[in-house]
């Protein structure tokens, strides 16, 4: 990156800091900072093969919960906090175009987004987001959002994992905590598009799976 570039991403950092600190569901800072850490990474692995935009990785990163619907009134009110943000920084058009497109499809959306990111910035990007909703972080955050959310931790009599959801049934909170692993986070490593991205969520998956695992013995008592 240059100087300019160095410049914007901080003001950047700044900016999604104060704006995403304190939210409670696992959409926080923190969480923004470990898939800026993870795009690091993974480019800079993915660089010895092929060029990688940093600054368009990074301020995509930084900015992809600022447009989340979760988050926002609606999904347009959130694409228009980052479009403002661009135009306020100036982030030229070529560069703007870029980061939105990475930002506006990179959601699993309960796996209604069919949309393939074909740039090397937008795989990287997403799949720094998934590896963040795997593993043992990935666990913690699934329990803060449904704890947040109301949602039970598990309900044998919801033991039947909903197929095919539309967006709506997906985030209609009628499921668990634990429905919640087997309707996107152990999906997630098959939909990785890099080959450290892969490795990676191959690890956190394990992780999740030996998780899950104990929890079910705990739950009936076997141990």
Not at 11 to 39: C, M, Q
Not at 196 to 217: I, N, S
Request: with cysteine; hydrophobic share 40%.
């Amino acid at each position: 990156m240059n100087n300019v570039e160095k410049e914007i991403v901080k003001k950047t950092e700044k900016y999604v800091f104060d704006a995403l600190i304190d939210e409670p569901s696992g959409h926080d800072w923190w969480h923004i900072l470990r898939v800026v850490n993870s795009t690091k990474k993974i480019a800079g692995i993915e660089q010895e093969i092929q060029n990688v935009n940093l600054f368009i990785c990074e301020m995509a990163a930084l900015l992809h919960d600022i447009a989340d619907e979760k988050l926002n009134e609606n999904a347009v009110a959130g694409e228009q906090k980052v479009k403002d943000w661009l135009k306020e920084v100036d982030v030229n058009e070529a560069d703007q175009a870029a980061i939105l497109t990475i930002i506006l499809n990179m959601s699993y959306k309960g796996g209604t987004n069919k949309v393939r990111l074909k740039t090397i910035e937008g795989k990287i990007v997403q799949d720094a987001d998934r590896l963040d909703a795997l593993g043992a972080v990935g666990i913690a955050r699934t329990f803060t959002y449904s704890g947040l959310h109301e949602r039970p931790i598990h309900d044998p009599r919801r033991e039947k994992v909903r197929e095919h959801l539309t967006l709506e049934e997906y985030r209609s909170g009628n499921d668990t905590a634990i429905m919640h692993f087997y309707e996107k986070l152990l999906k997630l490593k098959d939909l990785m598009q890099t080959k450290t991205g892969a490795q990676l969520a191959l690890q956190r998956h394990q992780y999740m799976a030996a998780f899950l695992a104990e929890f079910y013995d705990e739950w009936e008592g076997k141990c």
